[in-house]
């Protein structure tokens, strides 16, 4: 339900972003068998790694990585959740596919749950600066190769878009606060320990070079 708030307004600011010439790198965790074989996948795949393995294997900075503010042990805040059972280690994962309301151009994006394949489609495209929006904050936003931690650490400049993003946190569990509050602590984390923030409105407000 938080996240079909969301998808209308991360479509605009990805088509939007994409119409002016930004790369659009898709990584919905554990799913890229649905895509294999596709254009977006395959631009991902064939990016050289070169020089991106370069930056990873020796250029890597170390950084103070303070415990995040929320107990994250349960998923769900509306337990019991019959409708999306627990994980379960060694079963097939709940979900399959990014979520279809925010559009894969197969001609320009790429499709990569891999931060080793995203360093290598920023090195080949000169890119320095990323912008991070999904879910979940603390999770995948987090801790992925692909995403906050691990990218500051190779040296890339990141922001998050904190309007599109939302925590996986049990408002049962500490710090005792309710999700939206809990999101809220999160980004506040993120931004003291590890990178800056924008909101939507501000991208979309930008006037761009032709």
């Given at each position: 339900?938080?996240?079909?708030?969301?998808?209308?307004?991360?479509?605009?600011?990805?088509?939007?972003?994409?119409?002016?010439?930004?790369?659009?790198?898709?990584?919905?965790?554990?799913?890229m068998a649905y895509y294999e074989g596709t254009p977006?996948?395959?631009?991902?795949?064939?990016?050289?790694?070169?020089?991106?393995?370069?930056?990873?294997?020796?250029?890597?900075?170390?950084?103070?990585?303070?415990?995040?503010?929320?107990?994250?042990?349960?998923?769900c805040d509306t337990c019991p959740d019959e409708q999306?059972?627990?994980?379960?280690?060694?079963?097939?994962?709940?979900?399959?596919?990014?979520?279809?309301?925010?559009?894969?151009?197969?001609?320009?994006?790429?499709?990569?749950?891999?931060?080793?394949?995203?360093?290598?489609?920023?090195?080949?495209?000169?890119?320095?600066?990323?912008?991070?929006?999904?879910?979940?904050?603390n999770m995948c936003i987090m801790r992925r190769t692909?995403?906050?931690?691990?990218?500051?650490?190779?040296?890339?400049?990141?922001?998050?878009?904190?309007?599109?993003?939302?925590?996986?946190?049990?408002?049962?569990?500490?710090?005792?606060?309710?999700?939206?509050?809990?999101?809220?602590?999160?980004?506040?984390?993120?931004?003291?320990?590890?990178?800056?923030?924008?909101?939507?409105?501000?991208?979309?407000?930008?006037?761009?070079?032709?």
């Amino acid at each position: 339900m938080r996240l079909e708030r969301m998808v209308p307004r991360m479509s605009e600011v990805v088509e939007r972003l994409r119409g002016k010439g930004v790369l659009v790198i898709h990584a919905p965790s554990d799913t890229m068998a649905y895509y294999e074989g596709t254009p977006a996948r395959q631009r991902a795949q064939e990016a050289p790694q070169d020089a991106a393995l370069t930056v990873m294997t020796g250029e890597e900075r170390s950084k103070e990585d303070p415990p995040q503010p929320l107990d994250q042990s349960e998923a769900c805040d509306t337990c019991p959740d019959e409708q999306h059972p627990k994980f379960e280690k060694g079963m097939p994962y709940p979900w399959t596919r990014q979520h279809a309301g925010v559009r894969v151009d197969q001609e320009r994006d790429a499709v990569s749950a891999d931060g080793r394949e995203h360093m290598a489609l920023c090195r080949q495209r000169g890119i320095e600066h990323i912008l991070l929006m999904g879910v979940h904050t603390n999770m995948c936003i987090m801790r992925r190769t692909f995403s906050i931690k691990q990218m500051v650490k190779w040296g890339m400049q990141i922001a998050l878009i904190r309007d599109l993003t939302d925590t996986m946190y049990n408002p049962a569990k500490p710090p005792y606060v309710s999700h939206d509050e809990g999101t809220q602590l999160t980004i506040e984390y993120i931004e003291k320990f590890w990178c800056p923030t924008v909101t939507s409105d501000q991208l979309l407000g930008v006037t761009f070079p032709s």
